[in-house]
């Protein structure tokens, strides 16, 4: 098998690489191989609508079969790619065929991080990454009364969220002093503890996990403190590792990513990265290599692969976005809040819609926007000025943000 181009990943950032090289003219024989039997589907409702039932598979596709087929782009499914061989162009799957490319798109997003403790291969254990993951716990949901969530990430959050409306006992147990640390300023981390709370889920912050317990299926969850939590269901969420070890192994720069310039270019000849697995240079983390998980980063960055391998020259500089859903709560989120020094609340948390601004140096880098889109259309336009706002103005939600823009 060979082909112009070999696209490895049909997930978000496979699927728009592959609709963006047609859009951008690209003639060429286009090739996705994704480890998944299924045709590229939309990830996120996986721990909201998915789980909760209420939105069928169907409706996830990105793309109808009959699109792929049109456009003549080649779908080998359930093949995982085990090498890369950069100097003979050619790609190994697991088993055992050689894809030759004349240029390869990485996309090959992340791989749930395990916990390192016993217990862990017990059945009633799970992840949410994939359709499969799901279906795997849907079909065990039934006979579950209490759960644990480990990781008070968004997507332990979110499936707890869903959890609690489908009616089952949760508890979740967050390593770190809050939940959301690692993405989100206090005002917002203790925000959505107060949410969950409410909704009645057992939320344990500081609790380290010592073991999952049980014989052949779990039964439970042993903390450090030697305290047992009984539960029919464990849901570890505790962050990916990007999937990129082949082309490590390949000798491409990088370690948990793989380092792409502006363009989602690799140190590989003609092979490019994007996604969740790709270490890039982002100005709005002032120039730093990060790795980014969004729909929109994977979608923005295989727009500008694409558009490069079609002969239009493209560099990756979007304002990230993200969102996320918990019961009624809409969050949305733009810029970077990551080394802020100051932050803004605007509007009371009570009212459960406000907004929390990020600030560095007095200038805005992020918001996060709880029930609130004015603000979060709005305030996109302050990160894009670098605005430095009056912060007593900033807080005062009658004040709209676009008074606030130095274009006004
Ligand atoms: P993916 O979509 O993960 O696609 C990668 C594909 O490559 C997968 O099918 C994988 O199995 C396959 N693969 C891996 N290794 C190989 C290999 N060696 N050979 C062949 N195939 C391989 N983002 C938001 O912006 N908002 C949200 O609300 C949101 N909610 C989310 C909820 C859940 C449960 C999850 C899991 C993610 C959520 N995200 C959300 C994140 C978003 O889905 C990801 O950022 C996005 O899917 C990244 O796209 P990608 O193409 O990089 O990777």
Known sequence: MQFDVVIVGAGHGGAQAAIALRQNGF?????????????????????KEYLAGEKAFERMLIRPAAFWA????????????????????????????????????????????RLACAGTDLSGVHTVRTRADVDRMLAELESVER?????????????????????????????????????????????????????????RLGAMVDCLVGDRQVSGVRLCDGSEIAAQLVVVGIGIDAAVEPLLAAGAAGDNGVQVDGRCRTSLPDVFAVGDCALHPNRFAGGDLVRLESVQNATDQATVAARAIAGIAAEYDALPWFWSNQ???RLQTVGISTGHDATVVRGDPATRSFSVVYLKQGRVIALDCVNVTRDYVQGRKLILERAAPDPAKLADPDTPLKELTAGR
């Open 27 to 47: 003639a060429g024989s286009i090739a996705i191989v994704g480890d998944e039997p299924e045709l590229p589907y939309e990830r996120p409702p996986l721990s």
């Open 70 to 113: 049109e456009r003549n782009v080649e779908m080998l499914l359930e093949r995982r790619v085990a090498a890369v061989d950069p100097d003979a162009h050619s790609l190994l799957t697991g088993g055992g065929e050689t894809i030759g490319y004349s240029t390869l798109i990485w996309a090959a997003g992340g791989a749930p991080r």
């Open 147 to 203: 759960a644990v969530v480990i990781g008070g990430g968004y997507i332990g959050l979110e499936t707890a969220a869903t959890l609690r409306k489908l009616g089952k006992e949760v508890v979740l147990l967050e390593a770190l002093d809050r939940v959301l640390s690692r993405v989100a300023g206090e005002p917002l981390s203790r925000f959505y503890e107060a949410e969950h709370r409410a909704r009645g889920v057992d939320l």
């Open 327 to 329: 019961y009624d709560l």
